[in-house]
């Protein structure tokens, strides 16, 4: 099945179950320990723009640090696992580097992506034929990093408000860690108001002084080109650090 994963704090979902339509289904999986996912088994490419947003305690104070980038992948065949040579791949004009199982990685951090204009090209090669399109929806966005907690009761349980804080997100995966490598997720609509986490749920994290929370919207745009499907996926993932667990 074709596949992409980002972790939360640079790629924070997995593109891998079914998809009947040209729009994208909100997942509602309320499991733990198991990565929400989308899939798309008629993808020619998938073409993912992310914005990750980091905050760090800075004299008293959090303060943002953001880190753009991109990344695309062609399956040699509607469903296939491995990736065909797509040539050049650029977004704002700045190339992506081919990587050698053909997966495209923009990681030119001296020349940051803005994601202010989101035209993909592709040069095309072989069975893939060049392209360039502009995807008009921007990135999403969630402003309420501040309302986020710094502990939690495993307990207690825990509920996060969305509702408001959210701009142009079809759907939001909610990721929960601590410090042993454990993790709690959730994807709800991007109209939710809120997601909770039971204290059955949240009983998979350790205690942990170092846990996080990552917020993180996205929406996905399908095309088809040259008679052929493509996938572009604008996310956004919000992290708040040193978080607190407690049973």
């Known amino acids: 099945m ?37 899939s798309y088994p008629d993808a020619f490419g998938v073409l993912v723009a992310v914005k990750s947003v980091s905050y ?4 008293g104070y959090e303060v943002p640090v953001e880190v753009n980038s ?21 977004i704002e004009g700045k190339s992506l580097t081919k990587y050698q199982n053909n997966s495209y990685v923009y990681d030119n951090y001296l020349s940051p992506l803005t994601l202010s204009s989101l035209t993909w090209n592709v040069s095309g090669n072989g069975n893939i ?14 402003s309420g990093h501040s309302s986020l907690p710094s502990s ?10 969305l509702g ?8 939001v995966i ?17 109209n939710a108001s809120s997601v909770s986490f039971s204290s059955a749920e949240l009983s998979a994290l350790s205690n942990s ?7 993180s919207p996205y929406n996905i745009t399908a095309e088809t080109i040259n008679n052929r499907k493509y996938y572009f996926v604008n996310e956004s993932s919000y992290l708040k650090m040193m978080v607190s667990i407690t049973e």
């Open 2 to 38: 074709t596949s992409l994963l980002f972790f939360v704090s640079l790629f924070s979902f997995l593109l891998t179950a079914c998809n009947k339509d040209d729009s994208p289904a909100d997942d509602n999986n309320n499991n733990s320990n198991n990565t929400s996912s989308f």
């Open 56 to 59: 760090t305690s800075v004299a």
């Open 70 to 90: 991109a990344s695309a992948f062609f399956p040699t065949d509607a469903g296939a696992t491995t990736f065909a040579d797509a040539g050049t791949v650029t």
């Open 129 to 142: 034929q060049s392209f360039s399109k502009t995807i008009t929806r921007p990135v999403p966005t969630f």
């Open 152 to 161: 939690i009761s495993k307990a207690a349980g825990l509920s996060i408000s």
């Open 164 to 171: 408001s804080a959210l701009y142009q997100a079809d759907s």
């Open 174 to 190: 909610v990721l929960l860690t601590s410090s042993n490598d454990n993790v709690v997720i959730k994807s709800v609509a991007g």
């Open 209 to 215: 002084t170092t846990g996080s929370i990552s917020i």
